[in-house]
C-alpha cells in the first residue's frame, strides 16, 4: 500500500468533527439528503488555506467540487464493482465507506491545488501535449473544450491520469474529474498559465 494511502487511512481512526463533534479541521454539513442522494458542504484548512467545496452522494457515486480557494476543481469517485458498501446509509447519510471515500477526494483535491499553486506551466505544458498527440491522429480538439464524457474525453482522461500519476506521483480516483478540472482551471485561472 502506498505510503499516502496508509497516512490517509492512519487520519481515518482520529476522531473528525464530521463523526463525533470533536475539534478537527474538516467539518460536513448535510443540507438535504434522501437515502438515493446526499447534498452537502464541507470545510477544511489546508496549509493555513480555508477551503470549501461541496458534494453530492449517491449510493454508488461521490462528486467533489471546490468553491474556494480555487473554484472548479473536481474529485469525484464511484463504487468498485462488486462492492456491498455504498456510499449512502439508508437514512441518507454518509456510510463509513462513503466518509472514507470523501477523504480520498480531499486528498485528490490537495494534490490538485498544490500543482496548480506550484506547477501551473507543468500542467499546461501536459494538457498541451496531449491535444498535440490527439491532432497528430487526426483528431478535430479545441483547447480547453472537451467533452470528459465522450470517446474522445476519455482517450485523454486516461492519458492526462496516466502521465500524472507517472510524473507527479499520484493517482486520482476519476481520471474524467481530473481532465474536467484541469480544464476548468485552465479556463477560469488562465492568468496563472499564461495562455
Excluded at 62 to 67: N, R
Aim: proline content about 4%.
Amino acid at each position: 500500500m502506498p505510503a499516502s494511502k496508509q497516512q490517509i487511512e492512519k487520519e481515518l481512526n482520529k476522531p473528525s468533527k464530521a463523526n463525533t463533534g470533536a475539534s478537527n479541521d474538516m467539518q460536513l454539513f448535510l443540507e438535504s439528503s434522501t437515502s438515493l442522494k446526499a447534498k452537502g458542504k464541507l470545510q477544511l484548512t489546508y496549509l493555513n488555506e480555508q477551503f470549501e467545496g461541496s458534494f453530492i452522494a449517491t449510493p454508488n457515486l461521490i462528486k467533489l467540487k471546490t468553491i474556494q480557494p480555487f473554484k472548479g476543481m473536481v474529485a469525484a469517485v464511484g463504487l468498485e464493482e462488486g462492492s456491498l458498501s455504498p456510499f449512502l446509509q439508508s437514512n441518507g447519510g454518509l456510510s463509513k465507506a462513503g466518509q472514507q471515500q470523501i477523504y480520498f477526494l480531499v486528498f485528490d483535491i490537495f494534490h490538485l491545488y498544490n500543482l496548480f499553486r506550484l506547477k501551473p506551466q507543468a500542467l499546461l505544458a501536459l494538457y498541451q501535449e496531449a491535444l498535440a498527440i490527439l491532432k497528430k491522429k487526426g483528431e478535430l480538439v479545441e483547447f480547453g473544450k472537451i467533452d470528459p464524457s465522450s470517446d474522445l474525453g476519455n482517450t485523454l482522461a486516461i492519458w492526462l491520469h496516466t502521465q500524472v500519476k507517472q510524473k507527479f506521483k499520484h493517482s486520482y480516483c476519476s481520471p474524467k474529474g481530473l481532465l474536467y478540472s484541469f480544464q476548468n482551471l485552465l479556463k477560469l485561472y488562465a492568468d496563472y498559465f499564461k495562455v
